[in-house]
T-cell receptor
């Protein structure tokens, strides 16, 4: 069965510092991988996605993620965080076509001024 | 570009009442997914439809039912509402004919009092 693990429930970083959010997945076939961001009470905004090809994908807001098949990981990174990046981040996995997307439990990012 | 439209955006119901949530997918998308996100939780998959037929089923209570209509919009019917049904309900749509990700609506916030 497909699953997503985000080992860090909360992460706190200082503004301007670099960020890495971890994500490990389990999927029986070639996965489609996603990172979403959600501000309190708001909808899900897609940051980036990986379907195939280059394993380093660029997203919006300066985020990037690297797919590592050998480690079943899809970690999200940002070189310098801004106070506006404080939010909940969800890693998700799905298949192609009509396969559902399964979310991790999320990582709450806190930014110190 | 047109996005996934959910209505209503907010809904308040009393216990034991019924509620109907609507989802209008992106034009030419034939697959719809429903998710439930409780407070502080990750989105949980409820049910999905492909070409008006149920394609997958997750943790949807028996009190809930859903369908996809000929114009591809979908409705989630919730009966005998309980306090625990208070959540953000997301709908997403995708195209089963083209490998693409699911696009999420802004959600319907249901509050059961």
């Amino acid at each position: 069965a497909q699953s997503v693990t985000q080992p860090d429930i909360h992460i706190t970083v200082s503004e301007g510092a670099s960020l890495e959010l971890r994500c490990n997945y389990s999927y029986g076939a070639t996965p489609y991988l996603f990172w979403y961001v959600q501000s309190p009470g708001q909808g899900l905004q897609l940051l980036l996605k990986y379907f195939s090809g280059d394993t380093l994908v660029q997203g919006i807001k300066g985020f990037e993620a690297e797919f590592k098949r050998s480690q079943s990981s899809f970690n999200l990174r940002k070189p310098s965080v801004h106070w506006s990046d404080a939010a909940e981040y969800f890693c998700a996995v799905g298949g192609n076509r009509d396969d559902k997307i399964i979310f991790g439990k999320g990582t709450r990012l806190h930014i110190l001024p | 570009a047109a996005g996934v439209i959910q209505s209503p955006r907010h809904l308040i119901k009393e216990k034991r009442e019924t509620a109907t949530l609507k989802c209008y997918p992106i034009p030419r998308h034939d697959t719809v997914y429903w998710y439930q996100q409780g407070p502080g939780q990750d989105p949980q998959f409820l049910i999905s439809f492909y070409e008006k037929m149920q394609s997958d089923k997750g943790s949807i209570p028996d009190r809930f039912s859903a369908q996809q209509f000929s114009d591809y919009h979908s409705e989630l019917n919730m009966s005998s509402l309980e306090l625990g049904d208070s959540a953000l309900y997301f709908c997403a749509s995708s195209s089963g004919r083209v490998n693409t990700e699911a696009f999420f609506g802004q959600g319907t916030r249901l509050t059961v009092v």
